[in-house]
């Protein structure tokens, strides 16, 4: 009995990279457990082991790998952490790898969550650009019998935590899409507009290669067959796989709107280049009368027509007002001026 109190009360070791080491009985919290006890607690019956890592070094993962017998290929990839999203079976345990995004800085930044599961443990393992998971820890705990459900839940809670964190940042990216659409009808667009319409896309298309894959993972987590994964547990992958398609939904329909916007600025920067160059041969036609008629008298000969009487110079500047008066008259009728 001291020995089991002793357990109860101790605290996960301050190693760096881990965020919380936790064993579960029938949904609810047991004790903080150091990572050298968690494989003992796995194996007792009823208990599920829930550890959460941030970033982890090579030893922390290879401790891991001795308490749970993780395979080396699974700890190889979640070390360097440039995967895509996959689901692998080693044995009796699976490999699970989810890409995460959040808006940083008005772009969105790419992270990963690497997911060990197994016969009582779960581990997650978050590189990159990542939010906590410690809300979906504490609404698991918060409802013990979902939790009871054991390892299998733990992994469709962070799965649908996962695809959820994707919706905010369409929403963001559909916002400010709306703004610069304003400016764009308002004929205000600028160059930094197009080339913050060209960033969107291109962060759009990067956002559904990373959430589109999930559908397979999900896919295969409602098949029967694989370890650890109840049968129960098939409608929760089922509407993950719908969430993610609702996702990609989103992401194409903002992808074309996008697409329309940034054909539309091209349009209106084409529409007001297309006015200025109008505007400049207008006034470069009207100027061409003063500048020929200026041109002629200018040559050096000695016979020309008026060049000797009083009134010629009265007379040039008359006909050369009224000739860009009157072009200039056609021109604001045409529109051009």
């Known amino acids: 009995m001291a020995k089991s109190l002793k357990l109860v009360l101790a605290q996960p070791e ?3 990279g881990i965020i919380a080491s936790a064993v579960y009985a029938e949904g609810r919290r047991v004790a903080e457990v150091p990572i ?7 194996r007792r019956p009823g208990h599920v082991v829930w550890i959460g890592l941030h970033e982890p070094g090579l030893a922390l993962l290879r401790q891991l790998q001795a308490e749970f017998g993780l395979h080396d290929l699974a700890i190889e990839d979640a070390l360097k952490a440039h995967q895509r999203p996959k689901l692998e079976q080693y044995g009796e345990a699976l490999f699970v790898v989810a890409r995460t995004a959040q808006m940083l800085d008005g772009r969105i930044a790419f992270g990963e969550t690497h997911l060990f599961v197994g016969h009582g443990y779960v581990v997650s393992v978050r590189h990159g650009a990542s939010t906590t998971y410690t809300p979906v820890r504490e609404r698991c705990e918060a409802d013990p019998g979902t939790l009871s459900g054991g390892e299998d839940y733990i992994l469709y809670a962070i799965l649908d935590f996962i695809v959820d964190n994707y919706m905010p940042v369409i929403e963001a990216i559909q916002s400010e899409v709306e703004e610069i659409e304003d400016c764009i009808l308002a004929e205000t667009s600028t160059q930094v507009h197009v080339r913050r319409l060209y960033q969107l896309r291109r962060d759009l298309l990067r956002l559904r290669n990373a959430a589109v894959p999930l ?3 999900c896919r295969r987590l409602e098949q029967p067959g694989l370890p650890g994964i109840d049968p129960v547990m098939s409608p929760h992958f089922r509407d993950v796989s719908d969430h993610i398609r609702r996702v990609q939904e989103e992401i194409e329909s903002l992808r074309e709107v996008l697409a329309f916007a940034f054909e539309t600025s ?3 920067g084409q529409a007001q280049q297309t006015e200025i160059t ?16 200026a041109g002629i008298y200018g040559m050096n000969f000695e ?3 008026e060049l000797r009487w009083q009134y010629g110079y009265a007379v040039v500047l008359a006909i050369i007002v009224s000739v860009c ?3 200039y008259w056609r021109f604001r009728q045409n529109r051009w001026l």
Do not use: C, N, Q
């Not at 050298?36 to 796995?42: D, F, I, T, Y």
């Not at 109008?278 to 008629?293: Q, Y």
């Open 14 to 16: 301050d190693t760096p």
């Open 36 to 42: 050298a006890e968690v494989g003992e607690w796995s």
């Open 215 to 217: 559908v397979e993972v």
């Open 266 to 268: 091209l349009m209106a």
């Open 278 to 293: 109008r505007k400049l041969a207008a006034w470069a036609a009207i100027l061409a009368v003063p500048t020929a008629v």
């Open 303 to 305: 016979h020309m027509p």
């Open 325 to 327: 008066g009157w072009l």
